[in-house]
């Protein structure tokens, strides 16, 4: 590259990752290279050999310092080892950086077949991609019982809902679906519905509806065309993207973006496929769709027209394909389906209709830590969580009498979210995890910390309480749900 290339070049962390990553990497930088793309890459690593040399994240400092400077990213598939290291190094990554808009595009190819080939499938998963069980607060809270927190904020809500209909303008959409469990999960799946629902206001120009996500998972089997851009919680926005992915061939071709105010980074959506590693047999296609999201994020549209009609075009031709995609026919390998998109750069598909693509206008959205402000909030109560393996009439009346001559009474105990006393429910295989919830004699009162301390000290001196909640009111509207069959 000349000096004056090199100084207009865009920086991008190239991080080729575990497995297959370093065979997918190579090929796209090859046919990034042949069509003129002008990148200068930093090459880092992150993943397999970082947790192998004693960084527990999987991300040396090195990995962080580049991204930091270049503020984007070319990821290959990052394994996260069993036995050792700590947390995913992909997961790690996406939160150092508060990358929270992750945007997986699942578009029909050609000449992929498949029982959805002819559908004319085009759209996109925009994934919450730092909050939800993902932030992966996990505890036993007995021998035998898991709890992980599913955590989910109206700050990120609003961020992922503004950033669907953002992607929408920029990419000429027309529908934005938000899927969640808000019918069972009303507080955490409900407050994205509800935030979403409030931001959609602000964006009459487009269609946006709700679905139940299990239902977005029927729907996406039976008329998958009908769907534009879908938004969805982490782990949902995850089940559902690897489901669309499938819809169109499968994770060799599903591209992906992780996007925040401070970086960007672009992955396919498989992983390290270990089973094909260093066999020059993997389909770089979900990585070079990546890349060309990348040139696109850059305003390069022309090399990325470019490189995405060369890949439509080798897929028609359909003479040299990975064994993935191959359908009977012989397969070659990376390096040469590479060498075949190369050849094919300059040559246009009829198959692919170009849109139009302007920039992404990043949501602006508070950064205040309380994002949401509360005029009226008081507790009415506390749940006090106690690990035990007697039944629940013995925890019952016991916590009834330990109670007595305080401000709170028990008012019921539920066993994994069903109320089993005074009243339980028709069956009972209970664990030794009871939520016992405590309100106040005297409703017209808000519970104190005085109230609270009391309760523990109480309930600690006979039982081993591992968990605590306040039962909130915010506004008059209760800040919990009910246990099922309580009144
Ligand atoms: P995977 O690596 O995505 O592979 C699953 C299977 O899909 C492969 O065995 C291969 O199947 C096929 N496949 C995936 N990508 C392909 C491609 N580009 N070309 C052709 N075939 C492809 O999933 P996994 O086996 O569950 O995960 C392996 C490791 O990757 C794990 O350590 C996991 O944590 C990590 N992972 C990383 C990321 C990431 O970095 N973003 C994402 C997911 C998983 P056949 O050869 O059998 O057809």
Not at 61 to 78: E, H, M, W, Y
Not at 165 to 176: P, Q
Request: glycine share 10%; net charge negative.
């Amino acid at each position: 590259m000349s000096d004056s290339a090199t100084a207009t070049a865009h920086k991008v962390t190239l991080i080729a990752g575990d497995g297959v990553g370093p065979e997918v990497a190579s090929a796209t930088k090859d046919i990034l290279a042949a069509a003129g793309a002008n990148i200068h890459w930093d090459e880092a690593v992150a993943g397999k050999e970082a947790f192998e040399g004693g960084i527990a994240s999987g991300v040396p400092q090195d990995t962080i310092d580049s991204i930091d400077a270049n503020r984007v990213a070319l990821k290959g598939p990052l394994e996260t080892p069993v036995g050792f290291g700590g947390k995913s190094a992909n997961v790690t990554l996406r939160k150092l950086f508060e990358m929270y808009g992750n945007i997986r595009p699942c578009k029909e190819l050609p000449n992929i077949g498949g029982p959805f080939a002819g559908r004319g499938i085009d759209l996109i998963v925009v994934r919450e991609n730092v909050e939800d069980v993902y932030a992966g607060i996990e505890h036993m809270q007995s021998p035998g019982v898991a709890q992980c927190l599913k955590l989910i904020s109206r700050k990120g809500c609003e961020k992922i809902s503004r950033l669907s209909f953002e992607l929408a303008r920029s990419l000429g959409r027309k529908r934005v679906t938000c899927a969640t469990k808000a019918n069972i999960m009303k507080k955490t799946e409900g407050l994205l519905k509800s935030t979403f629902e409030d931001v959609a206001k602000e964006f009459p120009e487009f269609t946006s509806d709700h679905i139940i996500i299990d239902n977005a998972c029927h729907q996406l089997v039976i008329r998958p065309e009908t769907f534009d851009i879908i938004v969805s919680t982490n782990m949902n926005g995850d089940i559902v993207s690897d489901l669309t992915s499938g819809l169109v061939g499968g994770l060799g071709l599903a591209p992906s973006m992780n996007l925040g105010d401070q970086a960007v980074m672009f992955e396919a959506v498989h992983g390290s496929a270990p089973d094909i590693a260093g066999q020059d047999k993997v389909n770089p296609t979900a990585l070079l769709l990546s890349s060309v999201m990348m040139l696109r994020h850059f305003g390069e549209f022309e090399t990325a027209d470019k490189i995405e009609h060369a890949l439509y075009v080798t897929l028609e031709e359909g003479k040299a394909l990975t064994g993935d995609i191959a359908q009977g026919r012989p397969a070659v390998g990376t390096k040469r389906f590479a060498e075949e998109i190369i050849a094919n750069l300059g040559k246009r598909s009829d198959k692919l209709v170009d849109r139009d693509y302007t920039p992404i206008n990043m949501p602006k959205v508070s950064s205040d830590l309380d994002f949401v402000k509360c005029s009226d909030r008081r507790d009415v109560g506390a749940d006090v969580f106690i690990e035990s393996g007697k039944m629940p009439d013995e925890v019952g009346k016991s916590l009834e009498q330990i109670a007595e001559g305080s401000n709170l009474q028990l008012k019921m105990i539920s066993n994994r979210g069903t109320q089993v006393y005074p009243v339980a429910a028709a069956a009972f295989d209970g664990v030794d995890h009871h939520r016992c919830r405590f309100v106040m004699r005297d409703k017209s009162q808000a519970m104190t910390e005085a109230d609270l301390l009391d309760l523990l000290q109480r309930v600690g001196q006979s039982w081993r309480w591992i968990h605590i909640e306040r039962l909130p009111e915010y506004n008059g509207e209760p800040g919990y749900t009910k246990a099922q069959g309580e009144d």
